[in-house]
């Protein structure tokens, strides 16, 4: 099965499995649409299904391209950089090129400067922020759907290591953000209140960290 959009075929992989109750529809790295669904669901439901939701699989589509394009680049406090492969040097970033090794550990270098960085902008916004409120621990770790987390029991605040290829401005903002849920512990208007006391031009900042990328905040 193949599927035409915008004059382009994407090709239709169908597995069919008995223990699959409803049908999914997931778009690959090299595009190809996948199916998963139940034995019994018919070729014909299945065409049906995906031409219902043909606007949802262009936006899978989009969004899947967007982050092939990413990989190809190097992402650093708000900077984009070319990737340049090479053997004589471990590591070095340049004016808008990253030259590195292909044995080099990026995601481990990253996750140094972020260990550095984001500490010192957490205590900043912490000693600046508007109200009294516990002191928080740090956490950093990858996440797919979140730019930072708050345990409003434990204090801990958890960043995504993501954030380090973001503008700093973005950083602060989901510290603000993450500072606020110890004052609010939901999205309400109080909530927002305290954020805006705390970055006034958070909208700003909230809409340009979710600019690239599926996660939210």
Same mark, same amino acid.
């Given at each position: 099965?193949?599927?035409?959009?915008? !004059?382009?075929?994407?090709?239709? +992989?169908?597995?069919?499995?008995?223990?699959?109750?409803?049908?999914?529809?997931?778009? *690959?790295?090299d595009?190809?649409?996948?199916?998963?669904?139940h034995t019994?669901?018919?070729?014909?439901?299945?065409?049906?299904?995906?031409?219902?939701?043909a606007?949802?699989?262009?936006k899978?589509?989009?969004?899947?391209k967007r #982050?092939?394009a990413?990989?190809?680049?190097?992402?650093?406090? !708000?900077? #984009?950089?070319?990737?340049?492969?090479?053997?004589?040097?471990?590591?070095?970033?340049?004016?808008d090129?990253?030259?590195?090794?292909?044995d080099?550990?990026?995601?481990? $270098?990253?996750?140094?400067?972020?260990?550095?960085?984001?500490?010192?902008?957490?205590e900043?916004?912490?000693?600046?922020?508007?109200?009294?409120?516990?002191h928080?621990?740090?956490?950093?770790r990858?996440m797919?759907?979140? $730019?930072?987390?708050?345990n409003? *029991?434990?204090?801990?605040?958890?960043l995504?290591?993501?954030?380090?290829? *973001?503008? +700093?401005?973005c950083?602060?903002?989901?510290?603000?953000?993450?500072?606020?849920?110890?004052?609010?512990?939901?999205?309400s208007?109080?909530? $927002?209140?305290?954020? !805006?006391?705390?970055?006034?031009?958070?909208?700003?900042?909230?809409?340009?960290?979710?600019?690239?990328?599926?996660e939210?905040?």
């Amino acid at each position: 099965m193949k599927l035409e959009i915008d !004059g382009t075929t994407y090709p239709v +992989i169908i597995e069919k499995k008995r223990t699959t109750k409803n049908l999914y529809i997931r778009v *690959k790295e090299d595009l190809s649409i996948h199916v998963t669904c139940h034995t019994f669901t018919s070729d014909k439901q299945i065409e049906e299904i995906i031409q219902k939701n043909a606007q949802n699989i262009i936006k899978m589509i989009e969004r899947m391209k967007r #982050k092939k394009a990413r990989e190809d680049k190097f992402y650093f406090l !708000g900077k #984009k950089y070319d990737l340049i492969y090479t053997e004589f040097c471990d590591f070095s970033l340049g004016e808008d090129k990253v030259f590195l090794s292909h044995d080099f550990d990026l995601e481990k $270098w990253k996750k140094k400067q972020a260990l550095s960085l984001f500490q010192e902008h957490l205590e900043t916004c912490y000693q600046n922020f508007s109200r009294k409120i516990p002191h928080p621990t740090l956490r950093i770790r990858k996440m797919k759907s979140r $730019w930072g987390v708050c345990n409003t *029991k434990t204090h801990v605040i958890t960043l995504n290591l993501e954030l380090i290829t *973001k503008d +700093i401005h973005c950083l602060d903002y989901v510290i603000m953000h993450e500072l606020s849920h110890l004052v609010e512990a939901n999205h309400s208007k109080r909530f $927002w209140e305290v954020v !805006g006391e705390n970055c006034q031009d958070y909208k700003k900042y909230r809409k340009l960290t979710n600019e690239i990328g599926d996660e939210e905040v």
